[in-house]
């Protein structure tokens, strides 16, 4: 590994100063899971190391009743074990909890997961679905950008060299709402996506009807993929087999994958309807079971 | 640049310090700056989870750490699992069930049934093949290992 600095700051207007200070030769370190792998093998090579996890923003996980804010260094492990978002938002203890083994969820995060920008990043269509939203800061501002928005192709984003990614908010689902993320590997843990897919929908009172709903995909494009037209296409259709294929269909539609050694194009199109089908299945139960509760 | 950092932690409930340059993982600083070296090197990328150890209460491969990151934190090691010259359950455990062979994941291996049982200290068949994904072992066919976890789970609960 090349040499480089390696510096801690405590408060966010320090980091800031730093990232403007070095911009382009520092990279921000949250779990290091793929960065520091990323540096071993010559892939990256900064010259400043800028450690995330001591600013507070980027280490708060707070539920109010509004929004869930994720800061972008809080690890996995510390969002799936937290009883209240398992409740309020499953598909992201879906996909929080399959990422590599215990011990790299104990490191990852979910804003390193976003930044590192793999098509197959398991957790960026889990927030895709729920309406995340990006919060950017930097010498010049801040800005927020929707998370579909940040991948702009594989292990790039369309934040600036001194720019910090803070934190994600995710909106509060409204009653009969439900979502789900379904991954498929050949082994359940420890392996990267042949395909991914998540689903959110959100149903009329009685569950008879879709109100609204947001899919996106993974490891089918050059970046995690929303399918807008998807969900678009569920809105006021009844919730049955025939909507779910019809939103499945546009979903493999969408899906411009590769070959590579983990699957075929045909395969991973096939897989994103599979996937798509059986994570809007899902998220009708969770929906139904949602609208019981609140009941 | 080049320049070392003096770190200060606790390591297996001793306060030490050390010596490291920022580009160095904990794992190369336990093994080669502080000899702590049942520490195992496999992937060196988070793969297989020979090198795990528990930092702060969280099981982590020490591969994927920065070793200037730990500055202030407590680790726990093998080094640390036999108290006074006395087996941990767990060790006990795999010697009785067999759950090793070659030996190289082996330390991995407990570190990570550790950290189970100090989470969940009755866990079932499948949770414990769930958490000790994250370590790879090409000898036993994990069978024995997993009820070497059992095994030491159900001594930990007579005690």
């Known amino acids: 590994m090349n040499d480089f600095e390696y510096l801690a700051p405590r408060e966010l207007d320090e980091a800031v100063a730093l990232m403007t200070e070095h911009a382009g030769s520092a990279q921000l370190l949250a779990g290091g899971t793929d960065l520091l792998v990323f540096m071993r093998n010559g892939r990256k090579s900064p010259e400043f190391i800028i450690d995330a996890k001591k600013i507070p923003e980027l280490n708060r996980l707070r539920l109010d009743a509004g929004q869930l804010t994720i800061g972008a260094a809080v690890s996995c492990r510390t969002i799936w074990e937290n009883p209240e978002i398992a409740e309020k938002f499953p598909a992201l203890i879906d996909s929080t909890a399959l990422i590599g083994g215990i011990q790299i969820q104990g490191r990852a995060t979910i804003g390193g997961n976003l930044c590192n920008a793999a098509p197959s990043a398991d957790t960026v269509p889990a927030i895709i679905v729920y309406g995340a939203v990006a919060h950017i800061v930097s010498g010049k501002g801040q800005r927020e950008v929707p998370v579909e928005e940040i991948c702009t192709a594989p292990g790039r984003t369309s934040l600036a060299d001194d720019e910090i990614l803070v934190c994600l908010s995710i909106p509060m689902p409204p009653a009969n709402s439900g979502a789900e993320f379904l991954r498929f590997i050949p082994r359940r843990e420890m392996d990267i996506a042949v395909a991914n897919s998540a689903a959110y929908v959100e149903l009329d009172e009685a569950g008879e009807t879709f109100k609204n709903a947001r899919i996106a995909a993974g490891a089918v494009a050059p970046t995690p993929l929303f399918v807008e037209a998807a969900g678009a296409a569920l809105k006021n259709k009844p919730v049955n087999d025939e909507s779910i294929a019809a939103a499945a269909a546009l979903a493999r539609a969408a899906a411009t994958p590769i070959n590579d050694m983990r699957g075929t194009i045909e395969h991973r199109k096939q897989l994103v309807e599979v996937l798509t089908t059986r994570a809007l299945r899902g998220a009708v139960t969770r929906a139904k079971r949602e609208g019981r509760n609140n009941g | ?159």
């Open chain 2, 1 to 159: 640049m080049g320049n070392k950092s003096h770190i200060t932690a606790t390591i297996n409930g001793e306060a030490r310090d050390f010596l490291c340059e920022p580009r160095q993982s904990l794992l190369e600083v336990l093994r080669d700056v502080l000899y702590l070296t049942g520490t195992k090197e496999g992937c060196n990328d988070g793969n297989c989870g020979a090198c795990s150890v528990i930092v702060d209460g969280v099981l982590l491969d020490a591969c994927c750490m920065l070793a200037v990151e730990t500055e202030g934190s407590s680790i726990e090691t093998i080094e640390g699992l036999a108290k006074e010259g006395e087996l941990h359950p767990l060790q006990s455990a795999f010697l009785e069930e067999t759950g090793m062979q070659c030996g190289i994941c082996t330390p991995g291996f407990l570190m990570s049934a550790k950290a189970l049982l100090d989470k969940n200290p009755s866990p079932n068949e499948q949770q414990v093949r769930h958490w000790l994904a994250g370590n790879l072992c090409r000898c036993t066919g994990y069978d024995k290992l997993v009820r070497s976890v059992m095994k030491a789970a159900d001594t930990l609960a007579e005690a």
